[in-house]
């Protein structure tokens, strides 16, 4: 979800410049781990709102939207970590992609105990305990790192020409 | 959770008396669908709280408690079709389950997409899609029901006989 469905990078830029004033900009955070990019993100993360008003990630409606006539999907989110993240989720996903039934929502800590076919994320820790095909979301914390066997995708129009 | 953690029999029957006054008793509801039990269960089960305040199953703490010394023990909970429960889940589990770290809990919809080695539920739904060894945990909607390949445990010192 984060990542790959809800654009995280664009909440934790614009929480930041609310909170403190400093603007960041994508592209000098590429390469970065999200921890060392946003110092006050885990702060922010755990704010009542902060999920439930991401903004939602270029052609993600669309495109899952199209999958889901070919595809069963499940929206896995590791949201354990933020409590208070979990109702918002719930609620953001109810707003944006609303075809995607209740019983395909998912909210975990560690994504080792999810089975399917095919994974879509952001995170190498979540990828490299799948057992299907995976596919590596391009965020600016992974752009630079090695692939890891993975097929990396860069948006999802590309995941589109790949899956349908 | 609900059935094998959480005694949700106990806090419906709770929960009909303080809204009706109709006093149910567990004995009486053996062989019935939970939904037949309890007409009035889905709307209780959507009050914020409701899950928050459910009683614990006997033994459940301690036995899980040994057993996580042994296994690397997931929680997950069919939360989704409530999702006034998520956040009351999560802190139910901190407060009586804090031994559970929360990287392992699982707040889903359908269980089918969870993969493991033991399942311990109380629902055929969620045990007959798993691919590893089941247990049945007897409640009284399953009671009187074929056990469908499953192991039946009648109560959380028969699981610790079983695992340790």
Known sequence: MDG???????????YELQSSGTELFRENLYGQDEIVAFPNGRTHANEKGFFRTAPVIEDAVDT?????????????????EFPNSLEDKYH??????DFIPWKNIVLCGDKRVIR???MIDDHFKNLDYFDGT???FEQPHNSEKDNNG?????NWKEIRDLLL
Chains 1, 2 share one sequence.
């Open 64 to 80: 899952l939207k199209e999958l889901s006539q070919h595809y069963e999907i499940f929206i896995v989110s590791a949201a354990m």
């Open 92 to 97: 953001w996903l109810d707003e944006h992609f």
């Open 116 to 118: 399917g076919d095919i």
């Open 4 to 14: 790959v469905l809800a654009d995280i990078y664009g909440q934790l830029i614009r």
């Open 134 to 136: 995976t596919l590596l």
């Open 150 to 154: 993975h097929r990396r995708v860069r």
